[in-house]
């Protein structure tokens, strides 16, 4: 019997047409965690899953306008595919689009039957593999900040933000939120199924926070990858726009995407709690926070993967600007909250929302496990306010410096694998590259008058 036939198949196929739903949207994440897909009539689901859904693999080299970037594989190569198979066990309905379901994609290189070498789902999997090593099983929870934006004709970008409140920060209701946008987006995101447990309007008018439940690390990054793109169909569909970039205003904050990390061991205990350890915390747990600290400049690279994500960065931002820990201290790169026993973890504060889900997980889980086999301890937690360079390093000040960073530490990419991170170097210094040649607003006001 063939695969097109297993019963399996059509028992998924039965089942969604008495549902009602003759579509399944198949999508998988490209570099920068955009999700990429196509929609699958349910008659045809069987011969996707037997044969796959041919996508060019310079899907992974396109840039946010559209451009192709020449990275080894794609221009050079002709332009080859690569094969995307129906993940059935991720399928969920949309609540939002009748008739509609979704799943994840599996991507393969059709030559090799293997995982494509930019598939960033497949990088987070071999990350694990390697922690499964060490007997070391990562939980991750993840919390996302973004903005809602409402068209605004006219003005520069043509958006702005909705609403336009100050000082609402930890608030839910019409206070802060007149159109009832957090309510309707919370309750769709609970029916798709993807773990979110709470929200509230953050610190700017029209950005809001979103907190999923945690979970071992694969699911988390699965669950934070479809979670940004439902809350940005949900606002395409009303007219508005959700955006995840990292400052998107210069008289606003930014957003971010902080990373709860704790570890089960072999028996399924916590791996990061030890009463008797100091600070509450085990070897395994410190070993962690010391080899974050250790690779954080190249860790940006993946944390922070934008232009515009440094622009989040400073003194007095609540976001890092210094590789530090310290304990329930949120001026802090690594923050240990004061949960201990199963809830004992570490939360990485390091990367803003424009990061790619499974490439923010798999960097810093790359970055404890290299920590946990090196044994050291890091430095003596940080006390206070933090932001004092006296006290400690600055993080890369740009994205070019970040990549130059990831480059130069051989130990992580050996970790990332020589093809993911000549690919990630290539597109992301392409758009350095871009933006340098850019003339901004900026520069023209600043110039063209006087000079």
């Not at 198949?26 to 196509?38: M, Q």
């Not at 011969?47 to 693999?57: I, K, P, Q, T, V």
């Not at 026993?341 to 990485?348: F, T």
């Not at 997980?361 to 004092?388: C, F, H, R, S």
Request: hydrophobic fraction near 40%; proline fraction near 7%.
């Amino acid at each position: 019997m063939s695969a097109h036939d297993t019963p399996d198949i059509r028992r998924h196929v039965e089942r969604l047409t008495a549902d009602g739903i003759d579509v399944v949207r198949v999508i998988y994440p490209d570099l920068i965690g955009t999700d990429r897909a196509r929609d699958v009539l349910v008659d045809h689901l069987p011969s996707a899953c037997e044969h796959g859904l041919a996508f060019c693999r310079a899907v992974y080299h396109t840039t946010p306008q559209g451009d192709v970037v020449p990275v080894a594989g794609g221009l050079d190569a002709g332009l080859p595919d690569v094969c995307v198979r129906p993940d059935l066990s991720t399928l969920s309905v949309l609540p939002w689009e009748p008739g509609v379901a979704t799943c994840l994609g599996e991507v393969t290189d059709p030559a090799t039957s293997s995982p494509a070498a930019e598939s960033p789902r497949d990088l987070l999997r071999t990350v694990l593999a390697r922690c499964a090593v060490q007997g070391l099983r990562p939980v991750v929870g993840p919390e996302l900040e973004y903005f809602l934006l409402e068209p605004a004709p006219g003005t520069p970008t043509g958006w702005r933000r909705s609403p336009e409140v100050s000082g609402a920060v930890y608030t839910a209701g019409l206070r802060a939120d007149p159109g009832n946008h957090l309510l309707r987006t919370l309750r769709h995101l609970r029916d798709l199924g993807l773990g979110v447990v709470t929200g509230n309007h953050e610190f700017d008018g029209g950005q809001y926070e979103i907190n999923l439940t945690h979970s071992e690390a694969l699911d988390a990054a699965d669950r934070a990858f479809r979670f940004k793109a439902a809350v940005k169909e949900l606002a395409r569909r009303e007219g508005n726009l959700a955006t995840f970039m990292a400052k998107p205003f210069g008289d606003a904050g930014g957003s971010g995407f902080h990373l709860h990390l704790s570890c089960q061991d072999a028996e399924g205990a916590n791996a990061f709690d030890d009463p008797a350890g100091p600070y509450g915390l085990s070897a395994t747990a410190r070993h962690a926070v010391a080899g974050i600290l250790a690779h954080a400049p190249a860790l940006a690279a993946l944390t922070n993967p934008t232009v515009n994500s440094y622009k989040r960065f400073g003194p007095d931002t609540l976001a890092p600007w210094l590789i530090d820990w310290g304990l329930d201290n949120r001026s802090a790169m690594v923050r240990v909250p004061p949960e201990r026993g199963s809830g004992a973890r570490l939360e990485l504060r390091l990367g803003d929302a424009s990061a790619n889900p499974y490439l923010i997980v798999a960097g810093t889980v790359a970055a404890a496990l290299l920590g946990v086999q090196a044994g050291e301890e890091p430095p003596a937690p940080l006390e206070g306010y933090g932001y004092d360079t006296a006290r400690s390093a600055v993080l890369p000040k740009d994205l070019s410096a970040a990549l130059d960073a990831l480059e130069a530490d051989t130990a992580l990419t050996e970790l990332l694998g020589k093809d993911f991170t000549t690919s990630y170097l290539t597109y992301k210094r392409n758009e350095v590259e871009r933006f340098q040649r850019h003339v901004t607003d900026w520069e023209f006001t600043e110039y063209a008058y006087h000079l």
